[in-house]
């Protein structure tokens, strides 16, 4: 029975993946967004795909900076992009626990690490370092609360949830098995549903950007858009991150900083003792 479930979600997934690749060349968005969408279908199948057709497709031309305004979309984009760019390192840490036979908190450890390392250094402030600037180092600075803070919540949801299918499913720790990534893909699927809402609040308070447009200079002015060259990201489309100054985002960021790490200290909590049952 489970042998067919995972052929089965391999297969949409396949299916998911290659048109989600396909169809979101045309769309008008970020390339880096364009690239977390690829992955987040990767690891979550047709869901990810559903996810970039509701929240992302532009249902008509010239309508997705008014498409993707809503704050609901903003926040799945802002999710979206943290669990793309953390699940590769997360994905890495994982294989590398399975091959050196790292388990527990060892393995938890390593990753969080190479997680949040990734997520954060990369695909977090390199790739975004443009609403910095320019400057990499600034863009370091600006987004290591926010990441932090999402990924706490990814892997809150993530941990107790692999390690419960795993002491279900045999042979769902070893890399060069289905079992191995199928229950990585349900764990990054539960992580993803743990972050959105703190992705909502850091969207909310300009401490994280969501959703991007971006048009080549003609078709933004064919468009009747404001635009910049290569880039055209208005209020309503894309909040810019908050890099100095602004109101004071309430709940206050240390205390959000707080009830993340509460979560996630609950989550590694309950996967320990999952691993030990």
């Known amino acids: ?132 600037g320019g400057s990499y180092r600034r863009a370091l600075t600006s987004t290591f609360v926010s990441d932090l803070l999402s990924m706490n919540l990814l892997m809150a949801g993530m941990v107790p949830t692999v390690m419960a299918l795993r002491a279900r499913i045999p042979a769902a720790a070893d890399p060069t098995t289905p079992s191995f990534w199928f229950v990585m893909s349900m764990g990054l699927l539960v992580g993803f549903l743990f972050a959105y809402p703190m992705n909502w609040w850091l969207v909310a308070h300009h401490l994280k950007h969501g959703m991007m447009t971006v048009r080549p200079a003609g078709a933004a002015a064919a468009a009747g858009h404001a635009h910049r060259v290569g880039m055209d990201m208005t209020p309503q489309a894309a909040p810019a991150m908050r890099m100095d100054g602004g109101a004071k985002p309430w709940p206050p960021v240390p205390v959000m900083a707080l009830l993340s790490f509460l979560a996630l200290a609950a989550g590694i909590v309950i996967a320990l003792q999952l691993q030990r049952m």
């Open 1 to 132: 029975m489970l042998d067919g479930v995972m052929l089965l979600w391999f297969l949409l997934t396949a299916a998911s993946l290659l048109f989600v690749a396909v169809d979101i060349r045309a769309m008008p968005e970020s390339p880096v967004l364009k690239w977390g969408f690829v992955l987040l279908t990767a690891y979550t199948g047709v869901v990810g795909a559903f996810l970039y057709v509701l929240g992302c497709r532009e249902p008509l031309p010239g309508l997705h900076e008014r498409y993707v305004a809503a704050r609901w979309r903003q926040a799945l984009g802002s999710t979206m992009h943290c669990v793309a760019g953390d699940g590769i390192g997360i994905l890495a840490g994982a294989v590398l626990s399975g091959a050196f036979g790292i388990s527990g908190l060892a393995e938890v450890a390593l990753e969080y690490i190479l997680g949040f390392a990734f997520g954060w250094t990369i695909f977090q402030a390199l790739f975004m370092r443009d609403m910095a």
